[in-house]
């Protein structure tokens, strides 16, 4: 632990959000001091009483502990975090802009600013956000212009890669640590916040320029986001000849230069990440003169978003036709299982178009009813997944989440209308389901 180091820095972590908070929660147990700051003056009291205030499976217990242990700290005062902290971590939001594909950088622009307006002495100021690349360079800019420390205040980023669901042990015990830095000591001082990390388990240190920094993350969520519209692509050939996209996933994965993490066809993806991201990146490159070179994420989008036009149509076929009238249980709201996420979320889109389209939707998913029922009001929503089902003419499962995988087909069958089920991420087990009585419907399967 970074406890008793006499190098250790303390940290501030700006922006205490899914990435933020996990970040300041696992750096405290970690052995640092640390400071959490949000401009969200609820959230941050929620998160000084305990509570994380979203769902990330093992957090709140690591929350009790760091703040039990007295290192961990929240407040939402600029100030403050200029004179306690050495090395301040930027995890604002960069949603997509309200009126084009770019990111919208002014949560980073002003976080930045309003703590290099305090900052008088030497300090590292490191972006964990997800940025266009260039961000850097121009934050830098703004730093020198408005901290009374000027120069000695420097720039370093330092993507993140965690997974909602799977935040702590990825925080933790991270597959590689990129450090983009202007400097040697830049270097140093992100080496000594990280240290229990690598020396815990051996993770490899990338360290490099700042604009290729800010590049490997938006070159990897689009690569991920790729290989996720690929195999989506091949689903809806699948469809067009009566080929069976699960049977050729898997015998693709077997190739180890493919791989089958990521190339689970189906409603493809969703969240506050991947689709903003390729969107950003995209406008950026053209920005930059090379919109070329990444047209095809503009196909990755559009490929991810006819899934959910197709699933849409799978549950119209399954339910005769005609969608006017029509019982729907829709399961699932989060973008993906074990989140509470609804950021972009392909469940609760489809169910959107299911209700425009003339169907009666009920919804239901284990943890975001909350983050949905506030979102979309005009959908309904039932307290259980037997609930919603109840009367169905169609059951359709949106997000993978295993109690929905466990659920037993011959006692659902006791609820619904129709035994009729579409699976728009391939976690049911088709044969069980139509030996008892399903008709079962799912993409890319004949
Ligand atoms: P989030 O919306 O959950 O959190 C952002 C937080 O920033 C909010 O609490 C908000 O109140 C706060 N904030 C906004 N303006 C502020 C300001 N001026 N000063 C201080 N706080 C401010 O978002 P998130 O999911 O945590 O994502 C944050 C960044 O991390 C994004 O760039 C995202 O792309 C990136 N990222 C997220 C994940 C993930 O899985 N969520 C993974 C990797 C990278």
Known sequence: PAEGRTTAPRLTVIGTGYL?????????????????VDVDRTKVERLAAGEVPFFEPGLPELLRKALDSGRLRFGTDFAEAAAFGDVHFVCVGTPQAPDSDAADLTYVRSAVRRLAENLDRKALVVGKSTVP?????ELTALVHEVAPAGEEVELAWNPEFLREGFAVQDTMNPDRLVFGVGSEWAEQQLRAAFAPVVEAHGTPVLVMDLPTAELVKVAANSFLATKISYINAMAEVCEATGADVTALAGALAHDARIGGRFLRPGLGFGGGCLPKDIRAFKHRAQELGVGQAVTFLGEVDAINKRRRARTVDLVR?????SLDGARIAAWGAAFKPDSDDIRDAPALDVAVLLQDAGAQVTVYDPEAMDNARRAYPQLSYADSAMDAARDADVVVLLTEWAQFREVDPEILAGVVAHRRV?????ALDRDLWSSAGWEYRALGRP
Not at 133 to 137: E, M, P
């Open 20 to 36: 933020g908070a996990t970040h300041a929660i696992c750096m405290a147990v970690l052995g640092f001091e640390v400071l959490g």
């Open 133 to 137: 690349v260039g961000t850097a360079a």
């Open 422 to 426: 579409v699976d728009g991420r391939h």
């Open 317 to 321: 076929e399954l339910a005769g036709g």
